[in-house]
Structures are given as C-alpha cells and as structure tokens.
T-cell receptor
C-alpha cells in the first residue's frame, strides 16, 4: 500500500472515550488525508494536511481533530467517540496537490 | 446532490464482455479524474487517471472524459471474474484541496 501504515487495523471502543488513529508514511509525500467510508455515503474527507503543522478541514470534520508534527505521521483523534463515528477510516497520501492519492489499508473502528 | 455521482449497481456482465462504468460531476472547475477499484474489505486501488478530454487507454482499461457534458467513464474490455469489485470515480474540486468520490458502482463479472 505505497508505504503507508495505519494503526490500529481494528479497534472497538466505548462511547465517550478518546481514540487516536495513526497514519505513517515512508514516501516523504507532502499531502496526507483522512477519509471515512460508510455504506451509502462512500468515501468522505475528514481532514487533510499540506505540510508539517499545516492542516485543514474536509467535508465531515465535526468531532475530529488532527495533528502532524512530522512529515511521516498524521494522527486522527476522536475526542469523545460516538456511535455515529463507527466506520472504516482510510489514510491517503499524495506527492503534490490535485494529484493521485494512494491509500493505506484502513482502520475498522467500532464505537459501542 | 453529491458532487460526483455514480450508479450503485450492481452491474452484471458476462466474462469476456465489455463493462462500461459511468460517472457525472457537478463542479465545472474540476480538472482531473481518477478511477479506483476496491475489493470487499480492502482499500481503494488506483487503476486509471485522466486529465484531458478524450480517451486514455491502459491495457484492458479505457478512461473517457467529456468536460462539456461533465461525465467520466471507464471501459473494461475482456472482463474477467477477478474484475468483480466496486469502482470508485473521483475528481478534484476547483480549489484543488479535496478529492471527492462518488458512491461507487459494484461490478459483477459472471463466468
């Protein structure tokens, strides 16, 4: 998966708990993205980063925050998980803006 | 209305036939488009991209873009059972900061 590692691969948590998902890349790409995928909604952008400490909101950012302290790592945090955040989360990277995205293997998150 | 629309399918074709997958988009400023294949339980895999009007061929795959009509299509020739998957169409928005995906079309190739 293009040198992208997501962790954990699966997580079950309880409503109200904080959760952090990690995306690690070895490609030295500038742009990193977090998407969620749900039946009936397809892939939707949560947040993206265009450099270290440079992030912006996507289409469905409420309830999520991100951080990027190093080029290779992009963290997605659910401050207080809700059942509506049960989803498959994909990290993606691209070398330049408006170009091809490559995806990680995904994290299946279940919030009970 | 979603910015990128696809028929959810399933589209069923016999082995060896041509599968035709279509996608329409609403952002006239979109310049580049991508087709991803996603097997069940797996991540999206890039199979084609197209930036200019017309056709682009790569092996059994042909991507077509018509900016005037705002549609993108993917043709798969000599379809194989291994092509059975969900195909996602995606396009960058005019600002170039968001790759928007359609909901995907499920393709089933029957032996």
């Amino acid at each position: 998966d293009a040198g992208i590692t997501q962790s954990p691969r699966h997580k079950v948590t309880e409503t109200g708990t904080p959760v952090t998902l990690r995306c690690h890349q070895t490609e030295n790409h500038r742009y990193m993205y977090w998407y969620r995928q749900d039946p009936g909604h397809g892939l939707r952008l949560i947040h993206y980063s265009y450099g270290v400490k440079d992030t912006d909101k996507g289409e469905v950012s409420d309830g999520y925050s991100v951080s990027r302290s190093k080029t290779e790592d992009f963290l997605l945090t659910l401050e207080s998980a809700t059942s509506s955040q049960t989803s498959v989360y994909f990290c993606a990277i691209s070398e330049v803006s408006s170009e091809k995205l490559f995806f990680g293997s995904g994290t299946q998150l279940s919030v009970l | 209305q979603k910015e990128v629309e696809q028929n959810s399918g399933p589209l069923s074709v016999p082995e060896g036939a041509i599968a035709s997958l279509n996608c329409t988009y609403s952002d006239r400023g979109s310049q580049s488009f991508f087709w991803y294949r996603q097997y069940s339980g797996k991540s999206p895999e890039l199979i084609m991209f197209i930036y200019s009007n017309g056709d682009k061929e790569d092996g059994r795959f042909t991507a077509q873009l018509n900016k005037a009509s705002q549609y993108v299509s993917l043709l798969i020739r000599d379809s194989q059972p291994s092509d059975s998957a969900t195909y996602l169409c995606a396009g960058w928005n005019n600002a170039g900061n968001m790759l928007t995906f359609g909901g995907g079309t499920r393709l089933m190739v029957k032996p």
